[in-house]
């Protein structure tokens, strides 16, 4: 799409605002193109050039890595929290984290909002010298990378033994520290980059032994029409996505969204992928004004019933909690505030 600010071959991306784009403000362009015209299915993604003639090479998927966070996934009953990247400045705060929780999956940022914090993929990999029980999953985004740069960030992830990835496009970097994105590939064709090379392989057409790979895992909006969401997710589902994560989930109308885009979802694809809805706790007050200028809904309804409106939604199989605290001590409060409060209304 040559009118699309970031060049991307599958738009729109999470940059969308009340239908403009992040970047100049003007109308996105994807948005009217999967508004207007009916798609088969399989012209919903279109492939990096590069990548497609990759695909001969493929001689099969790896094993998928077994981890608790997916059985219970399975189960309908996973829960994962974000690493607290503002609140831990030293090492041994790592362990202070894992020691005082008790979660599934360790998902680990990218920079949220484009406030520069850790490489995410080289947090993981200490998380998982750890050796303790929660699983992790490093968030990589296109924004930063260029296709090199984001196939050794995959490559590692998988040697290293991430449970899983989370692939997005990436929160615009003039949010915070004015950058150069990159933008080689859109988040559709980053999913398809990663399931390559979890197959063993490389852009360079090097075709390595792997024997089993993370998990791939992407992002749903539930705040974008049920319409557009719906061709969004299943571009994602043939690129390769095996589970959503939400945006964050502030308001019962984001709830009964993911339903509502689930439902449309089907018309592309008869696939049960299972959504793991991301909530913030605290929802503060100074929090919901930011929360709106994105685009996120901001409801008044409490945690616990918010909670229960996601527990209703059948296709939630699971939570990822985002403890909002630049203090450690704080954040290792809230967060057995929160995980109370969770086991009250889930068991």
């Known amino acids: 799409m040559t009118t699309c600010p970031k060049d991307l071959l599958n738009g729109p991306c999470g940059g969308v605002l009340n239908e403009e784009c992040e970047v100049d403000g003007r109308e996105c362009p994807w948005v009217r193109v999967l508004e207007k015209f009916k798609m088969n299915p399989a012209n919903l993604f279109e492939e990096h050039p590069l990548l497609l003639e990759l695909e001969d090479l493929v001689n099969g998927d790896s094993i998928p890595r077994a981890s608790v966070f997916w059985q219970n996934l399975e189960k309908g009953k996973a829960l994962s929290v974000e690493f607290p990247v503002a609140a831990v400045s030293k090492p041994h705060e790592s362990l202070r984290v894992f020691r005082g929780i008790s979660a599934d999956l360790i998902t680990v940022p990218d920079n949220p909002l484009g406030y520069p914090h850790y490489d995410p993929v080289a947090v993981a990999c200490y998380l998982k010298s750890l050796e303790l029980r929660s699983g992790v999953m490093p968030h990589i985004t296109a924004k930063d990378r260029n296709l090199n740069a984001l196939t050794s960030e995959l490559r590692t992830a998988q040697v290293f033994g991430c449970e899983a990835v989370l692939l997005t496009t990436g929160d615009w970097p003039s949010f915070a520290v004015p950058s150069r994105p990159v933008f080689d590939v859109d988040a559709s064709n980053l999913i398809r980059l990663a399931r390559l090379v979890f197959a063993g392989v490389m852009p360079t057409k090097e075709v390595l032994k792997v024997e089993d790979r993370p998990r791939v895992a992407s992002v749903m909006n539930p705040h974008y029409r049920p319409k557009i969401e719906a061709k969004r997710l299943a571009r994602k589902l043939i690129a390769g996505s095996e589970a959503f994560f939400t945006q964050v989930v502030a308001a019962r109308e984001s709830a009964t969204g993911i339903s509502k885009i689930i439902e449309e979802l089907k018309k592309y694809a008869e696939v049960d992928v299972p959504i793991i809805a991301s909530v913030l706790y605290p929802m503060k007050e100074e929090i919901k004004p930011f929360l709106r200028a994105l685009g996120i809904p901001v ?29 450690l001590e704080e954040w290792l409060g809230l967060w057995r505030e929160a995980r109370e409060i969770i086991e009250g209304v889930f068991e």
């Open 299 to 327: 409801g008044d309804e409490p945690f616990e019933v918010l909670l229960e409106e996601l527990k209703a939604v059948e296709a939630v199989r699971g939570l990822n909690l985002i403890v909002s605290s630049r203090s």
